[in-house]
């Protein structure tokens, strides 16, 4: 839009490295934040704005739309791996995906197998790719679909992964639509008194879009629905796209062990996945 071609740009050609960015306007939606709190943005000046853009522009979104988003506090999902408790987040989220592959990678001694041989490797992606089948078969918003958690999560159906690993089976994985996106980031915190945050913030990849006067780029995470009607995470109003994020809380004797998580896409899986199994079965530091 134009109003991101006169930040992100002078005289018609993208800024370039070392060049200076100003932007008055993002500096006044924070200052209207700071001053007026969340409000400012779901019922305020800030939101009153974009709704203003957005029906102007044939956009869907309304002000009530805004007005009556609700934070959702969910209880965590939680696994086991090797003796360790695995705190997860719960559907639509990449949290039961991890724990199921953990589940299916226990069965196997991985430390003795040896850090990235051939075998490990080989183990490692049959079950991320079985892990990945159950996502695209089962995995939407729990408001609008039936997930079979418990089922999803058990160690009964990964040991039946396992059989068809060691079968020599291989699986066809649904290609993902996010690959290795900027615009997640995430934080692992602990703090001098024990207590432990991890949190993944993401806007997928951003639209190009700024409102003028807001000086914010709009994400276009409608790309991570299905925009095939009819399957778990199809696209329907209100309703929450799957996630590759999942931040994550290991513990060990029912204290904290490992604060873990990453951005990355539909990189994040395998990423975090790696990091728990170098620190447990490899015995290396974070």
Excluded at 27 to 54: C, N, Q
Excluded at 174 to 180: E, Y
């Amino acid at each position: 839009t134009s109003a991101a071609a006169a930040i992100y740009t002078k005289e018609g050609k993208p800024l370039v490295d070392g060049e200076l960015l100003v932007n008055h306007d993002y500096a006044d939606s924070l200052e209207l934040i700071a001053t007026d709190g969340p409000l400012a943005y779901y019922s305020g000046t800030i939101g009153k704005r974009l709704v203003e853009d957005w029906s102007d522009n044939g956009g869907l979104v309304t002000e009530d739309d805004l007005a009556t988003y609700q934070v959702e506090i969910q209880n965590p999902l939680r696994g086991t791996y090797r003796g360790f408790t695995v705190s997860d987040t719960p559907p639509p989220s990449g949290g039961i995906t991890l724990i199921e592959v953990l589940n299916i990678l226990e069965g196997y001694d991985l430390s003795s197998m040896g850090h990235n041989t051939s075998e490990y490797i080989h183990v490692l992606s049959q079950a991320l790719k079985a892990g990945f089948v159950d996502r695209a078969k089962y995995l939407g918003d729990p408001e609008f679909i039936d997930i079979p958690v418990d089922m999803l999560i058990s160690k009964e159906h990964a040991a039946n992964w396992r059989t068809l690993i060691d079968r020599g089976e291989d699986f066809n994985v649904a290609s993902t639509h996010s690959t290795n996106d900027s615009g997640t980031t995430h934080l692992s915190i602990v703090d001098n008194t024990g207590n432990c945050v991890s949190l993944t913030h993401t806007n997928g990849l951003c639209s190009g879009v700024v409102t003028p006067g807001l000086g914010f780029l709009q994400n276009n995470y409608m790309l991570a629905f299905d925009p095939m009607p009819g399957n778990p995470n199809s696209i329907a109003p209100g309703k929450k796209r799957t996630t590759a994020a999942l931040p994550c809380m290991i513990f060990r004797g029912g204290r904290p062990f490992m604060v873990v998580g990453a951005p990355g896409g539909s990189y994040i899986m395998s990423s975090v996945l790696q990091t728990i199994l170098n620190v447990i079965d490899h015995g290396m530091t974070a």
